[in-house]
Antibody
């Protein structure tokens, strides 16, 4: 069974940093694209960042480019999102999602990030 | 980016009655491969999104057959043949044909 478990969410002040982790199990992690998708309060789902199976390529939505860094450790079956220079508008639930065949086929339970003073 | 719209945004339904949600894209979602990458997700209260339908009409494992998807090009529909209490929540369409993937705004389904 595919499992994705996020951790690392919390309350942080504007301008601060946070690192999210996603531990994967139940599938060969190194074969799949992986994604971070967020859902701000009352807003639609948004792809934040994406990384190729071998980590050789990444994508970021414009609003986080230069501030967020997606990475992965395939031997540890883990995905990360380093979030720096956080803003109030980054407040959201962040989901780790597996990518397959132009789709997000499995999701974690989410990690809440709140940016507030 | 492709723009996805859904209607209605709120759908009160009667238990046992059918329900239908429309999703439209600003561009055709037919991929150069011939596939159309349009999915439907369900998000129950307090839960993470769960994929119900992929590539327009393919149900994921464990999804009840009262859920069905249809459509082509730019117009797509999710139908629930007989709504049950556990179907309450938000429903999102998402396109994967054109990078980046874009989600629709969501339709809130609740019981009258």
């Amino acid at each position: 069974e595919v499992q994705l478990v996020e951790s690392g969410g919390g309350l942080v002040q504007p301008g601060g940093s946070l690192r999210l982790s996603c531990e994967a199990s139940g599938f060969t992690f190194s074969n799949y694209y992986m994604n971070w998708v967020r859902q701000a309060p009352g807003k639609e789902l948004e792809l934040v960042a994406n990384i190729k199976p071998d980590g050789s390529g990444t994508y970021y939505v414009g609003s986080v480019r230069g501030r967020f860094t997606i990475s992965r450790d395939n031997p540890r079956n883990s995905l990360y999102l380093q979030m720096d220079s956080l803003r109030a508008e980054d407040t959201a639930v962040y989901y780790c999602a597996r990518g397959f065949d132009y789709s997000f086929d499995s999701w974690g339970q989410g990690a809440l990030v709140t940016v507030s003073s | 980016d492709v723009v996805m719209t859904q209607s209605p945004l709120s759908l009160p339904v009667t238990l046992g009655q059918p329900a239908s949600i429309s999703c439209r894209s600003s561009r055709s979602l037919v991929h150069s491969s011939g596939n159309t990458y349009l999915d439907w997700f369900q998000q129950r209260p307090g839960q993470s999104p769960r994929r119900l339908i992929y590539k327009i009409s393919n149900r994921d494992s464990g999804v009840p057959d009262r859920f069905s998807g249809s459509g082509s090009g730019t117009d797509f529909t999710l139908k629930i043949s007989r709504v049950e209490a556990e179907d309450v929540g938000f429903y999102y369409c998402v396109q994967g044909t054109h990078w980046p993937p874009v989600f629709g705004p969501g339709t809130k389904v609740d019981i009258k």
